[in-house]
């Protein structure tokens, strides 16, 4: 029991993972232990929510080495939250996630259910509303690919303190954009944008390749955010994380808080990477 709640092989389900996973759980790591710091004091309901939690570990491909996954970083930070709700859509996950809570013997609430994370939103949101006057929320939107809708990031929204971290798929996008954006159905890209205004600006970007189209697609996206009352930012680079094995762009991380020092504290995070080094600008 002891295990469960270290990097270690505890017997239990593991997600496979690349190296490059260390770099997106440092982040989250990192502003976990900044957010629940300072804010623990001044709220004193926090909760997080982890609606593509996974089993709570991984194990790198490559070394064999095992990384604490999203949900159990949260679960064993400095300064836990108050309640925790996780969803995954493999069972296996749940099963072996609910074990490791078990392990912490925190006191938070903690719940952790099998299912979609579009559909379980809708009971989250419901669950924290009685009391979202005076809770502080933070998620993690942690997809494998598409799978995140857009009207499940603006559902999370309408609760009045809920800062996000989203894994935005720009490998995934790069591999479907071109497919379908000339398709007249529906497709996962137009739900995961939350409509079709991500074809103007690809099909535009086809045609002139002037300015590199995620920064595009991104600006977007934080605008369909600003409207849901986000700070909008525009001045720090979202954090991409790269296939080091196969040098490819994966997904990149984007913040978004509707309070100003939520920006402050994820800029302060993302000035650095995993191995302490300053992160460079790049160029999409
Ligand atoms: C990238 S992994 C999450 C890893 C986790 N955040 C961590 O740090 O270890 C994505 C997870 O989403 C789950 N998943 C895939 N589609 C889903 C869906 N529609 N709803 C909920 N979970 C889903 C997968 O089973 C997988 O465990």
Known sequence: ??????????????RPAGPWAKEKLDYLNRYIAVFETAMRDTWRERNY??????????????????????????????????????????EANIV??????????????????????????????????????RSLNLAFLDPEG???????VAKLASLPRMDLVINYPEGGLNRLMRKVYKA??????????GDRQWRDVYR???????????????????????ALGY??????????????????????L?????HPLGDKFWHEVTRRDVYGQRRLLEAR
Request: hydrophobic fraction near 40%; charge should be positive.
């Open 1 to 14: 029991m002891y295990n469960y709640l270290s990097p270690v092989d505890d017997g239990l389900a593991m």
């Open 49 to 90: 929510i982890d609606l593509m939690a996974g089993p709570g570990k991984n194990r790198v491909r490559e070394t064999g080495e095992v990384l604490l996954g999203s949900p159990l970083l949260a679960l064993t930070t400095r300064y836990p939250f108050t309640g925790y709700h996780f969803v995954d859509l493999n």
């Open 96 to 133: 072996a996630l609910r074990e490791r809570c078990l392990a912490t013997g925190s006191g938070a609430a903690i719940r952790a259910v099998v299912g979609d994370c579009n559909t379980e939103a809708d009971t989250i949101v419901d669950l924290l509303r009685p009391t979202a006057h």
């Open 146 to 152: 598409l799978e995140l809708q857009w009207n499940t």
């Open 184 to 193: 007249t159905r529906e497709t996962s890209v137009d739900r995961f944008s």
């Open 204 to 226: 535009a970007w086809m045609t002139s390749r002037r300015l590199p189209v995620h920064r595009q697609l991104i600006d977007l996206y934080k605008r369909k955010l600003a």
């Open 231 to 252: 700070v909008e930012i525009h001045h720090f680079e979202e954090p991409l994380v790269r296939n080091t094995i196969r040098s490819a762009p994966l997904y990149r």
């Open 254 to 258: 984007l913040f978004a808080s509707k």
